[in-house]
T-cell receptor, first 116, second 115 residues
Framework: EAGVAQSPRYKIIEKRQSVAFWCNPI?????LYWYQQILGQGPKLLIQ????????DSQLPKDRFSAERLKGVDSTLKIQPAKLEDSAVYLC??????????????FGPGTRLTVL | AQKITQTQPGMFVQEKEAVTLDCTYD???????LFWYKQPSSGEMIFLIY??????QNATEGRYSLNFQKARKSANLVISASQLGDSAMYFC????????????FGQGTRLTINP
C-alpha cells in the first residue's frame, strides 16, 4: 500500500513570494491533515479536512495561508505572501474514518520550506 | 484545550539500556488517546504506540511500552534494550476520542544512543 505522498520535498523562496505544496493521501482515507513543524518544536495542526469539507482550520493564518481538497482526494496548501517565520516543515497526514474508534494518522515525508 | 508537556529536551543512553521518556498531559475531554511518534533525522513521523484513556492495561508494542498513569496525567514511553537506530526525536501527542481527532504534540525529546 502506497504511503502519503508530498511534493516538493524542499523549497527555498524569498519573503513575499508565493508557494504551494501538494499532498496525496493514502487511498480511501477520508481525513487529511496539514501540520506545520517549526525547527525545534512539535507539529502544529493548520487544517483538517474530512472528505472535501473543512473540519478545523482554527490555527490557519487565513490572511496568507489557504488550502483546498478538491474531490476529497489530494490537497494543496498555499502561502501568499510568505514571511520569514513561515520557514518550517509542512507535514501532510491522512487517516481512515471509522466510527467509534481512534483513526491512526499516517504521515508523509514533509516539505521543508526555507524563506529568505 | 489540550496540552502536552515533555520536560526532557535531550537524553543520552548507553546501547542496550532501557530508557524512559517523560510525558504529562492536560485535557478536559472525557475520553482521549495518547500517542508516541519517532522522528529520525530524515524527517518522517513514525507511529510507535497508542493508549486509549479507558484502556485498563498499559499498551505494549515490541520493545516499546507506555506507562500510563491516568490520575497523574502521565504517559511515559519506555524503550527496552535500546539500539543505535533508536536515536531520534520522540514526540508525545494526544487527541480527543470523539469529534475531530487532531493531534496535539509536545515539544519533543531528542534521544541519543551511545555505543
Amino acid at each position: 500500500e502506497a504511503g502519503v505522498a508530498q511534493s516538493p520535498r524542499y523549497k527555498i523562496i524569498e519573503k513575499r513570494q508565493s508557494v504551494a505544496f501538494w499532498c496525496n493521501p493514502i487511498s480511501g482515507h477520508a481525513t487529511l491533515y496539514w501540520y506545520q513543524q517549526i525547527l525545534g518544536q512539535g507539529p502544529k495542526l493548520l487544517i483538517q479536512f474530512q472528505n472535501n469539507g473543512v473540519v478545523d482550520d482554527s490555527q490557519l493564518p487565513k490572511d496568507r495561508f489557504s488550502a483546498e481538497r478538491l474531490k476529497g482526494v489530494d490537497s494543496t496548501l498555499k502561502i501568499q505572501p510568505a514571511k520569514l517565520e513561515d520557514s518550517a516543515v509542512y507535514l501532510c497526514a491522512s487517516s481512515p474514518l471509522r466510527a467509534g474508534s481512534y483513526n491512526e494518522q499516517f504521515f508523509g515525508p514533509g516539505t521543508r520550506l526555507t524563506v529568505l | 484545550a489540550q496540552k502536552i508537556t515533555q520536560t526532557q529536551p535531550g537524553m543520552f543512553v548507553q546501547e542496550k539500556e532501557a530508557v524512559t521518556l517523560d510525558c504529562t498531559y492536560d485535557t478536559s475531554d472525557p475520553s482521549y488517546g495518547l500517542f508516541w511518534y519517532k522522528q529520525p533525522s530524515s524527517g518522517e513521523m513514525i507511529f510507535l504506540i497508542y493508549q486509549g484513556s479507558y484502556d485498563q492495561q498499559n499498551a505494549t508494542e515490541g520493545r516499546y511500552s507506555l506507562n500510563f498513569q491516568k490520575a497523574r496525567k502521565s504517559a511515559n514511553l519506555v524503550i527496552s534494550a535500546s539500539q543505535l537506530g533508536d536515536s531520534a526525536m520522540y514526540f508525545c501527542a494526544m487527541s480527543p476520542f470523539q469529534g475531530a481527532q487532531k493531534l496535539v504534540f509536545g515539544q519533543g525529546t531528542r534521544l541519543t544512543i551511545n555505543p
